[in-house]
Nanobody, 128 residues
Framework: QLVESGGGSVQAGGSLKLTCEVS????????MGWFRQAPGKKREAVAA????????YYVDSVKGRFTISQDNAKNTVYLQMNSLKAEDTAMYYC????????????????????????WGQGTQVTVS
């Protein structure tokens, strides 16, 4: 089970921090990803972190603005979003997949929903 929180409405240039509490798998060896889906668009991966190494992966559109991190002791993943833009408006989903390959694909801009086995319910982020 994955439970997201932290979404909301913010003005352009503002910040939000999303939280995902994880209770699937042994947490070690898991790729944790953040995806987003805007109305009428495909769900896209934006960031990922590999639980065993803390290695992080980002798509170009969020590099330098978003930071993914984890607290292994709490099995919790975060997405700090700064300098938010209107185009960041979307439903944001936390996802979990086994192994590091899913994370590698996210970093190459080819993150796929099919690489992730578990999903949260989503949290809305609106930037105006």
């Amino acid at each position: 089970q994955l439970v997201e929180s932290g979404g909301g409405s913010v003005q352009a240039g503002g910040s939000l921090k999303l939280t995902c509490e994880v209770s699937v798998y042994p947490y070690s060896g898991t790729c944790m990803g953040w995806f987003r889906q805007a109305p009428g668009k495909k769900r896209e991966a934006v960031a990922a972190i590999y639980s065993s190494t803390d290695s992080t992966y980002y798509v170009d559109s969020v590099k330098g603005r978003f930071t993914i991190s984890q607290d292994n002791a709490k099995n919790t993943v975060y997405l700090q979003m700064n300098s938010l833009k209107a185009e960041d408006t979307a439903m944001y989903y936390c996802a979990a997949g086994e192994g590091s390959t899913a994370c590698l694909w996210v970093g190459l801009g080819r993150g796929s929903e099919g690489d992730f086995d578990y999903w949260g319910q989503g949290t809305q982020v609106t930037v105006s």
